[in-house]
T-cell receptor, first 113, second 114 residues
């Protein structure tokens, strides 16, 4: 049972453009929604995370938009740069003390000059 | 502060053998989780340890096991290896403080089963 669905599977964006990756979840008990960035040969690294009590969180060029009623959240990368080319995973986990991350299937983002 | 370290980084085994992977969490982190990453299944949760106790377990067969030591270092073991066990095995540690849910991942151990 896939509890976190992620789209698109791959994405090509021109430098300076906006990259948008979407995720939808099923379990309303999820309490924490992080986005991870993974470069080839490396482990995933936390990019930005949100809790369900806010609808948006921004850190630099990265923004999470969260829609609790629709059970959806998305990552927006503004002014996309070639260095942003990586695989991005959304994830969700239950309340504190039960830190199993359920991951989306990943989006391979390529930023072209 | 040193990050999560995993050893070895690469392993090649044959079917039927067993393997042990090691993870050293960030100093002070008491929770250690293991994930399996494959192209087909993505990142899947294996198990989580906290204070030497397995707190959560994913949907993997009993051939996959783990443990955590008093210094929070963790090992996972896979017995009777199958071709499908070829994957990147990732370890993640977290501080386990109220409100702090961030998990820090190591670089992984790439296991190839021939």
């Amino acid at each position: 049972q896939q509890q976190v669905k992620q789209s698109p599977q791959s994405l090509i964006v021109q430098k300076g453009g906006i990259s948008i990756i979407n995720c939808a979840y099923e379990n309303t008990a999820f309490d924490y929604f992080p986005w991870y960035q993974q470069f080839p040969g490396k482990g995933p690294a936390l990019l930005i995370a949100i809790r369900p009590d806010v609808s948006e969180k921004k850190e630099g060029r990265f923004t999470i938009s969260f829609n609790k009623s629709a059970k959806q959240f998305s990552l927006h990368i503004m002014d996309s740069q070639p260095g942003d080319s990586a695989t991005y995973f959304c994830a969700a986990s239950l309340v504190f003390g039960n830190e199993k991350l359920t991951f989306g299937t990943g989006t391979r983002l390529t930023i072209i000059p | 502060k040193a990050g999560v370290t995993q050893t070895p980084r690469y392993l090649i085994k044959t079917r039927g053998q067993q393997v042990t992977l090691s993870c050293s969490p960030i100093s002070g982190h008491r929770s250690v989780s293991w994930y399996q990453q494959t192209p087909g299944q993505g990142l899947q949760f294996l198990f989580e340890y906290f204070s030497e106790t397995q707190r959560n377990k994913g949907n993997f067969p009993g051939r996959f096991s783990g443990r955590q030591f008093s210094n929070s270092r963790s090992e996972m073991n896979v017995s009777t290896l199958e071709l499908g066990d070829s994957a990147l095995y990732l370890c993640a540690s977290s501080l386990e403080l109220a409100g702090d849910l961030e998990q820090f991942f190591g670089p992984g151990t790439r296991l190839t089963v021939l």
